[in-house]
């Protein structure tokens, strides 16, 4: 895929990203993804997503409905409150690029899902750096809630990696937005372009 199509994948998550600085910050991570990241389904054994996130681009919806998530309860002034705009900018971007190398961090796709895939994630952004906007206090914050995304699932029988709890405000959100999204009792609808198609908007 050309780095033009993969930007254009997420283009109505980007609009959620408030500064425009942080919107270019997105855009420049998500066009460096992996080629597989954009045709993949969100689980490899298929056990842990809803239907949507299965079959060919799946992962990039569960990703999208991860965002939506995020951008529905920030918007709450209750739920969003703690946050400034900047973070909840990072908290899109975090989720835009959580599961980025979640079968490794090659440009080919491995068989099976890598466990460590949140610690890789975090390290590409951070690998980034000197093509970002955002701060270096601010990168550290958004990588931090990309490596514990995974929550209380942080270790695995088949690897030794430990991963990060989530410990800071921000990260806690990533990972309960991500978990929301890995509902299977929790249903989105997406129109013909892969985009969530938000009912509110149609009345």
Request: hydrophobic share 35%; charged share 30%; proline share 4%.
């Amino acid at each position: 895929m050309k780095k033009e199509e993969k930007i254009k994948v997420f283009e109505n998550e980007y609009l959620y990203i408030k500064n425009s600085d942080l919107r270019e910050d997105a855009k420049t991570l998500v066009g460096d993804l992996p080629d597989y990241f954009f045709q993949v389904d969100a689980s490899s054994s298929g056990k842990y997503h809803p239907k949507y996130a299965a079959g060919d681009g799946g992962l990039s919806r569960h990703v999208k409905s991860a965002c939506k998530f995020a951008n529905e309860l920030l918007s709450n002034p209750i739920i969003g409150k703690p946050y400034s705009d900047r973070d909840k900018d990072l908290i899109i971007i975090a989720l835009l690029i959580h599961d980025g190398l979640k079968y490794g961090n090659t440009y080919k796709k491995g068989e099976y899902t890598k466990f460590e895939h949140p610690i890789l994630s975090s390290n590409y952004a951070k690998e980034k750096s000197d093509k970002l906007n955002m701060s270096k206090e601010e990168l550290e914050k958004m990588s931090a809630a990309v490596a514990s995304h995974m929550g209380p699932w942080n270790t695995n029988s088949y690897s030794e990696v430990v991963l990060p709890i989530p410990k800071a405000p921000m990260e806690k959100f990533v990972h309960m937005c991500d978990y929301l999204a890995s509902r299977r009792f929790i249903n989105l609808d997406f129109d013909e372009n892969s985009n969530v198609i938000d009912e509110s908007k149609c009345r």
